[in-house]
């Protein structure tokens, strides 16, 4: 167990909806990471939250929008799903920002059918 | 521009050690890591190596540094079945954003 938890593991949705996924960061992490993981992409960086407020951006789309709460969680907003939407969802967290590395959760796998 | 470079596959034998290597093009990189992902979990850090050291040992692993030429790889000594995973290479740039390779899936032959 990182510290890091991701919920939920998997999720099945059609196109056009509308899911949230959740992260809690490591206890003492002030920062959450966003990153999307495909088989044609990579791994890519969508968005970081540092205490609160978005830090940096990445590849996010417009239709894709997150935040992170007083209680430091952070949810992943993605709407108007699409085939290509599908994709393992990765959230990490570090005490500030990356220079000692990311703790990882284990994910969470969307497909959209 | 931002770009981390890695071979896609590695096959070694049991017993045998294993040497990942990756290039990057940004030279104000401050950090570079070394990530592990085993099927179905999420990425491990494994090591990291400050910007300005050429090596660091780490048991098993050794990460040699050439900020010149910009790469960066991993030695596993004595590499194990259990070592097989997706090795990804990451480095971090002035505004803490961590760039990530695309992954060397490692096999380890008994």
């Known amino acids: 167990d990182s510290g890091v938890t991701q919920t939920p593991k998997h999720l099945i949705t059609a196109t056009g909806q509308r899911v949230t996924l959740r992260c809690s960061p490591r206890?003492?992490?002030?920062?959450v990471y966003w990153y999307q993981q495909s088989l044609d992409q990579g791994l890519q960086f969508l968005i970081q939250y540092y205490n609160g407020e978005e830090r940096a951006k990445g590849n996010i789309l417009e239709r894709f929008s997150a935040q992170q709460f007083p209680d430091l969680h952070s949810e992943l907003n993605l709407s108007s799903l699409e085939l290509g939407d599908s994709a393992l969802y990765f959230c990490a967290s570090s005490p500030d920002g990356a220079s000692l590395g990311y703790t990882f959760g284990s994910g969470t796998r969307l497909t959209v059918v | 521009g931002e770009d981390v470079e890695q071979s896609l596959f590695l096959s070694v034998r049991e017993g045998d050690s294993s040497v990942i290597n990756c290039t990057y093009t940004?030279?104000?990189?401050?950090?570079l890591y070394w990530y592990k992902q085993e099927p179905g979990a999420g990425l491990q850090l494994l090591t990291y190596i400050f910007s300005n050291m050429d090596m660091k040992q780490d048991q098993r692993l050794t990460v040699l540094l050439n900020k010149k030429d910009k790469h960066l790889s991993l030695r596993i000594a004595d590499t194990q079945t259990g070592d097989s995973a997706i090795y990804f290479c990451a480095e971090s740039i002035l505004d803490d954003k961590v760039i990530f390779g695309p992954g060397t899936s490692l096999s380890v032959i008994p």
């Open positions: 940004d030279s104000s990189s401050t950090y």
């Open positions: 206890s003492g992490d002030l920062s």
